[in-house]
T-cell receptor, first 115, second 112 residues
């Protein structure tokens, strides 16, 4: 399967600060990447679709101004949580679909804790 | 949109026993059904998938079956081992380039 990395693996920040999470596709180029959020003991919830060269597509209820997505290259997408609050504490996971768009491979996730 | 129901939410088995996790989906146009294993603190790992033109697929100790008429698919793990303990998620993807809809997950515990 595809290799996807995320950085950092975990981050602790103070309320009001911004946090950037990187997602890299290490072995193939991806025009699309997906960002998910997962609260403890819950399923994966799609936040947005990151599109290289164009704006991200956000799911209903996800604030685009709070969760900034930049698909900088065909192998890198970043998610920035702006003005983070304790309720933003969660496990953020990116995924990369194969060229056919069917199979998704997930990164290892980033644990965010906002104090 | 697609709705995926997954059962049971927790499953405890003895090592060596079989485990079965079942999912139903609502969109008859869905044509791709992956299963993911997620260990604590890690990202989901694809373990097996099946497409709508196939009724069953097997990979060593794991197998997936699909009943398109009834709109349900199942994950079967035989000869379970303690290292199979994890949360398993089923998912469904509609036709065209659409996103995955996940079930709520099943926590599988395999006791030695």
């Amino acid at each position: 399967g595809a290799v996807v990395s995320q950085h950092p693996s975990r981050v602790i920040c103070k309320s009001g600060t911004s946090v950037k999470i990187e997602c890299r596709s290490l072995d193939f180029q991806a025009t699309t990447m997906f960002w998910y959020r997962q609260f403890p003991k819950q399923s994966l919830m799609l936040m947005a679709t990151s599109n290289e060269g164009s704006k991200a597509t956000y799911e209903q209820g996800v604030e685009k101004d709070k969760f900034l997505i930049n698909h900088a290259s065909l192998t890198l997408s970043t998610l920035t949580v702006t003005s983070a609050h304790p309720e933003d504490s969660s496990f953020y996971i990116c995924s990369v679909p194969t060229s056919g768009g069917e199979t998704q491979y997930f990164g290892p996730g980033t644990r965010l804790l906002v104090l | 949109g697609e709705n995926v129901e997954q059962h049971p939410s927790t499953l405890s088995v003895q090592e060596g026993d079989s485990a079965v996790i079942k999912c139903t989906y609502s969109d008859s146009a869905s044509n791709y059904f992956p299963w993911y294993k997620q260990e604590l603190g890690k990202g989901p790992q694809l373990i097996i998938d099946i497409r709508s033109n196939v009724g069953e697929k097997k990979d060593q100790r794991i197998a997936v079956t699909l009943n398109k008429t009834a709109k349900h698919f199942s994950l079967h793990i035989t000869e379970t081992q303690p290292e199979d303990s994890a949360v398993y998620f089923c998912a469904a993807r509609g036709s065209g380039y659409s996103t995955l809809t996940f079930g709520k997950g099943t926590m599988l515990l395999v006791s030695p």
